[in-house]
């Protein structure tokens, strides 16, 4: 009988070596970098996304500037040529002064227009600005004359009586009063009817809304020529 022979053993199992036996090794860490004092700090870029660029806030326009208006502008410079006309009569006491008052108000009602249309806008704006500038004007210098009148009379009779002046009536001591203080003596004429007054006041209406349109058209063209339009 013949002889087994004994197998071989098997060969001893190695150990597998750890994970982090084959991690690369750590990247050096780079220093943090300093940013210099003399540099500006530039603003951050938007931020991006998968859609594409984040929309930024939009600056609002600047809201258009409102255009003078041809009522506000028309009484003042009517309100303030009034009452200059009747205070300069009131003091002067000139009947040559009455054609300097007039001529201050065709300036004053051609000023209103151009301050009206200095701006842009229509030309005829000027034309709405005279028109209110002639009625209150008109308005002014009637109720600044008649105060006026009143004040000036109340102390020419105080005046009269310190004096011993007061011989007179009541009705002629007013009477003398009022010729002494008015700005000129009405010179004899035809009587003085309702038609007549508002034909007077119809072309006084009419002389302040074609001199306000003219300053409007000036205004208008000064505006036109500062932006550059032909």
């Given at each position: 009988?013949?002889?087994?022979?004994?197998?071989?053993?098997?060969?001893?199992?190695?150990?597998?070596?750890?994970?982090?036996?084959?991690?690369?090794?750590?990247?050096?860490v780079p220093p943090?970098?300093?940013?210099?004092?003399?540099?500006?700090?530039l603003p951050a870029?938007?931020?991006?996304?998968?859609?594409?660029?984040?929309?930024?806030?939009?600056?609002?326009?600047?809201?258009?500037?409102?255009?003078?208006?041809?009522?506000?502008?028309?009484?003042?410079?009517?309100?303030?040529?009034?009452?200059?006309?009747?205070?300069?009569?009131?003091?002067?006491?000139?009947?040559?002064?009455?054609?300097?008052?007039?001529?201050?108000?065709?300036?004053?009602?051609?000023?209103?227009?151009?301050?009206?249309?200095?701006?842009?806008?229509?030309?005829?704006?000027?034309?709405?600005?005279?028109?209110?500038?002639?009625?209150?004007?008109?308005?002014i210098f009637w109720?600044?004359?008649?105060?006026?009148?009143?004040?000036?009379?109340?102390?020419?009779?105080?005046?009269?009586?310190?004096?011993?002046?007061?011989?007179?009536?009541?009705?002629?001591?007013?009477?003398?009063?009022?010729?002494?203080?008015?700005?000129?003596?009405?010179?004899?004429?035809?009587?003085?009817?309702?038609?007549?007054?508002?034909?007077?006041?119809?072309?006084?209406?009419?002389?302040?809304?074609?001199?306000?349109?003219?300053?409007?058209?000036?205004?208008?063209?000064?505006?036109?020529?500062?932006?550059?339009?032909?």
């Amino acid at each position: 009988r013949g002889r087994s022979v004994p197998a071989s053993p098997p060969p001893p199992v190695q150990p597998l070596p750890a994970p982090w036996a084959y991690a690369p090794a750590p990247y050096p860490v780079p220093p943090p970098y300093q940013v210099p004092m003399n540099m500006a700090y530039l603003p951050a870029p938007p931020m991006q996304t998968s859609y594409g660029m984040v929309p930024q806030a939009s600056v609002a326009p600047p809201f258009p500037q409102a255009l003078p208006s041809p009522f506000g502008q028309g009484c003042l410079w009517g309100l303030m040529q009034g009452a200059l006309a009747a205070i300069m009569l009131l003091l002067l006491k000139n009947a040559a002064y009455v054609y300097v008052a007039m001529l201050i108000g065709f300036l004053a009602y051609f000023w209103a227009g151009f301050r009206t249309t200095r701006r842009g806008g229509r030309s005829f704006r000027g034309g709405w600005a005279g028109l209110w500038a002639g009625i209150t004007s008109t308005f002014i210098f009637w109720i600044v004359l008649v105060l006026g009148l009143v004040i000036l009379v109340s102390q020419r009779i105080q005046a009269d009586t310190q004096k011993g002046l007061n011989a007179l009536q009541p009705n002629q001591e007013f009477n003398h009063a009022l010729h002494v203080v008015l700005p000129f003596t009405a010179q004899p004429g035809p009587p003085l009817t309702s038609t007549g007054v508002l034909t007077f006041l119809g072309v006084g209406l009419i002389l302040a809304v074609a001199l306000g349109w003219i300053g409007g058209l000036v205004g208008k063209a000064r505006y036109k020529k500062k932006r550059g339009y032909p």
